[in-house]
């Protein structure tokens, strides 16, 4: 089923296989083919951008779950970083010819002997280059054992409005289509992260789409990554660090959402305190325990401690953590986290993992996890396939007069065409867009498309260990429901087009759960 990424990949191989056989012999173009081959076997790349201190690095730490991305504004934050699984820790710096130098990584430190709330720091002052002359580093590769990084190559980029229009313009010709720049686009999906919606935002998401959708869903170009979530970062700070802020900061991301998806520039829009967020995935027990004494103090007067940041962590305030330590607290939970600690542990949440766990649930975190992983990482295959296809386009394009030019339209009717794509666009605008159809209908067509997960038990909302013809049985009534609902007079053409996916959807089910071969294998015999 092309709507799960199936037999996408083997031909998106074999048409770059085939582009090279008649293009081989050009050396640069050879190049990038090979690099569209590569790039389907290699981990999803996810980029994280938005505005200048957006809390990108912080986000990825959070994500990541250790500290390996530096969150205060050195150098290296002014620079597009990789973040890639690897067996040791080891930071490199590149110039732009290629050039490479070992970046030293030191580590900081909080209040007693506890991780200091920036954590690393790459160090590109001494670098030591493998040329005979310095270089000016034109990006980092960070390689870091980690689970999350084994699936997912996370691509941490500067922030769109630095006063420095150079250190801007490296996010733009990394993620914005049409410019300067490789052939296949670094990305495959992008973490858009918004503190307010402004012009420059929707300017920047809209290079980032290339209006790959118009208002209807359909697609009119595929420039640029097909996935983007966006998050309203710094969620706490929304509400001025009260214990409700979350609330005021999803009321605010369903603003955004309501704006920003009836354009088709964001598919979700998920509010994430991240300092939180990350601060909860490195908890430390000697952290946990000046938050029980804190929620020993009575209410009122922990309520005018907690009153702003200095007057919380000033030294005559008599309070049974050490004014150092209540520093720490402050710059690696923010006063909204002290909070939101303190309260949970006099409701009777008791050790440090299962403050953690609670904490990571309030933050946002859990939901952006669900988000990226039923719209990316189950959808990976379709977001490589969709980066490929749309450089071998531009490949083939830019290189007429062969016999390639026959894959051409193939290249592109697959952009257009596979069935997988349209459901992404469809998520797209489908939480905004208000469709005349029942809520249980809206939930079903959600499902159907992949809006809950890609697995079919789960796009037609049955249990996991539902047997094959029952599922086969659901599947084939969908088919019916939604081709009837898109044949409905009334029925406008937005709502038609949707109706009409989820029945491909489902007619894409059918064939998944084909009926398996009802000729019995022949009996073994013991050989004689």
Request: charged content about 20%; aromatic content about 4%; glycine content about 8%.
């Amino acid at each position: 089923m092309s709507g799960v990424g199936y037999g996408l990949v083997p031909e998106t191989r074999g048409l770059v296989a085939a582009a090279r056989r008649a293009l081989g012999e050009r050396p640069r173009v050879r190049a990038q083919l090979d690099e569209c081959a590569r790039r389907l076997d290699e981990p999803l790349r996810v980029a994280l951008a938005g505005q200048l201190k957006a809390g990108k690095s912080t986000l990825l730490n959070a994500l990541v779950g250790q500290d390996i991305a530096p969150t205060d504004a050195t150098e290296c934050t002014r620079l597009v970083t990789w973040y890639r699984n690897g067996t040791a820790p080891r930071v490199t710096a590149y110039s732009a010819d290629g050039a490479r130098a070992d970046v030293v990584v030191r580590r900081g430190r909080g209040a007693e002997g506890l991780p200091g709330a920036h954590g690393l720091t790459f160090d590109l002052s001494a670098l030591r280059w493998n040329s005979p002359t310095p270089r000016e580093v034109d990006q980092l590769a960070v390689e870091w054992p980690s689970a999350e990084l084994v699936q997912t190559t996370i691509i941490d980029t500067p922030g769109i409005s630095s006063l420095s229009r150079e250190v801007s313009a490296r996010t733009s010709r990394l993620l914005a289509p049409g410019g300067p720049g490789p052939a296949l686009p670094p990305a495959d999906a992008v973490l858009y992260l918004l503190r307010r919606l402004d012009a420059a935002d929707v300017d920047f998401l809209e290079k980032i789409g290339g209006g790959q959708s118009g208002s209807t869903g359909a697609p009119q170009s595929f420039s640029g990554p097909l996935g983007v979530v966006g998050v309203v970062s710094r969620a706490d700070e929304i509400g001025a660090g009260r214990i409700d802020a979350l609330h005021s900061a999803r009321d605010v991301a369903t603003r955004f959402a309501t704006e920003l998806e009836r354009t088709g520039l964001c598919q979700s829009v998920i509010p994430v305190a991240g300092l939180l967020a990350f601060a909860a995935a490195t908890l430390r027990q000697r952290e946990y325990d000046a938050f029980e004494a804190l929620a020993a103090i009575p209410v009122d007067e922990l309520t005018t401690a907690l009153l702003s940041a200095d007057r919380f962590a000033h030294p005559d305030l008599p309070l049974p953590v050490p004014a150092e330590l209540r520093a720490h607290l402050t710059a690696r939970f923010g006063l909204f986290g002290i909070r939101l600690a303190v309260t949970l542990i006099r409701l009777g949440v008791r050790g440090s993992q299962a403050l953690a766990a609670e904490l990571s649930s309030r933050s946002g975190l859990d939901e952006l996890r669900t988000v990226l992983d039923v719209q990316f990482a189950q959808r990976a295959d379709e977001l490589k396939a969709h980066s490929a296809l749309t450089a071998l386009a531009r490949i083939l394009a830019a290189n007429p007069g062969s016999t390639a030019d026959a894959l051409l339209p193939r290249v592109r009717m697959l952009l257009a065409d596979v069935h997988g794509f349209a459901e992404l666009r469809l998520l797209a605008h489908l939480r905004a867009d208000e469709l005349p159809l029942p809520p249980d209908d809206l939930a079903e067509l959600n499902r159907l498309i992949g809006g809950t997960g890609v697995a079919p038990t789960l796009r037609l909302g049955l249990p996991a260990h539902t047997d094959l013809p029952t599922q086969r049985d659901a599947a084939l009534a969908a088919v019916h429901k939604w081709r009837s609902r898109a044949r409905h007079p009334l029925a406008d053409q937005f709502t038609a087009n949707a109706c009409l996916t989820a029945a491909r959807s489902a007619e894409g089910l059918l064939d998944i759960l084909h009926e398996p071969p009802t000729t019995p294998f022949p009996a073994l015999r013991p050989g004689r």
